[in-house]
C-alpha cells in the first residue's frame, strides 16, 4: 500500500474502558435523555488500539449504546426515530467502509476469503433488515420484536468479528498495513456515512 508521511501516522492507544465510555457517550450525544445501557461487552484484544481492530470496536461499541437505547424508547417517539436513523447510517457508513479499507484486501489472501466473504454477506443481510424496519410502522407493537432481531443479529455479527474474524486477519497483515487501514477507514466511513441513505424495502 502506498502512503504519505500524514497518513501513516497513528493514534495512541487508550485503556479499554475509556474507549468503551468514550464510544457511549458519542451514542448518547444524540438522545441526552434515553439510557444507554450496554451492559458487559465480550472479551477483545483490539478495544482501544490504535490500528483498524481498535478503530472498528470503537465503532461497534457505540453500534451496541444505540441498539441498547432503541430498545428502551416506546412507539413513534422523536427520539426513536433519531437513534434508528443515526444507527442505519452507522451502520450502512461502517459496513462500506470496512469492506474497502480491511475485508478488499483479507479476500486476496485463501488462507481468510472464506472469513471476509462472511462477514461481507452479513453486512447484505443487515441492510435488508434495517429496510425491513424502516418501512414498517414505529409504533406497531411488531416493530420492536423485528427491531430485537436485528440487535440480536447484529450483536452476533460484531462479537463473531472482534473475537474470531479480526484475530485470524491480524495473523496475515503487516502491523504498517493495520495501521494505515484505520486511515483509510476513517476517510471513507465518513464519505459513506454522509451519503447513506434510509431504504424502505418489506421482507417477505
Request: proline share 4%.
Amino acid at each position: 500500500m502506498n502512503r504519505t508521511a500524514s497518513e501513516a501516522k497513528t493514534t495512541k492507544p487508550i485503556p479499554p474502558m475509556q474507549a468503551r465510555r468514550a464510544a457511549v457517550a458519542k451514542a448518547k450525544a444524540i438522545a441526552v435523555d434515553v439510557p444507554a445501557n450496554i451492559g458487559s461487552t465480550p472479551a477483545t484484544r483490539f478495544r482501544g488500539d490504535a490500528d483498524i481492530f481498535g478503530r472498528l470496536v470503537e465503532d461497534h461499541d457505540h453500534h451496541r449504546a444505540l441498539l441498547a437505547m432503541i430498545s428502551v424508547t416506546h412507539g413513534h417517539s422523536p427520539e426513536r426515530e433519531r437513534l434508528f436513523i443515526e444507527l442505519v447510517k452507522e451502520i450502512k457508513g461502517h459496513a462500506a467502509a470496512e469492506e474497502q479499507a480491511l475485508w478488499s484486501s483479507v479476500m486476496r489472501n485463501p488462507a481468510t476469503t472464506d472469513d471476509a466473504r462472511h462477514a461481507v454477506g452479513e453486512h447484505k443481510e443487515m441492510d435488508k433488515m434495517m429496510a425491513d424496519l424502516a418501512a414498517r410502522d414505529m409504533a406497531s407493537p411488531g416493530w420492536l420484536r423485528r427491531f430485537a432481531a436485528l440487535r440480536d443479529e447484529y450483536l452476533h455479527h460484531i462479537r463473531e468479528e472482534e473475537q474470531e474474524q479480526f484475530v485470524a486477519a491480524q495473523k496475515h497483515l503487516s502491523d504498517s498495513d493495520i495501521r494505515y487501514m484505520r486511515q483509510v477507514f476513517n476517510r471513507r466511513k465518513k464519505e459513506e456515512k454522509a451519503g447513506a441513505t434510509i431504504e424502505k424495502k418489506l421482507q417477505k
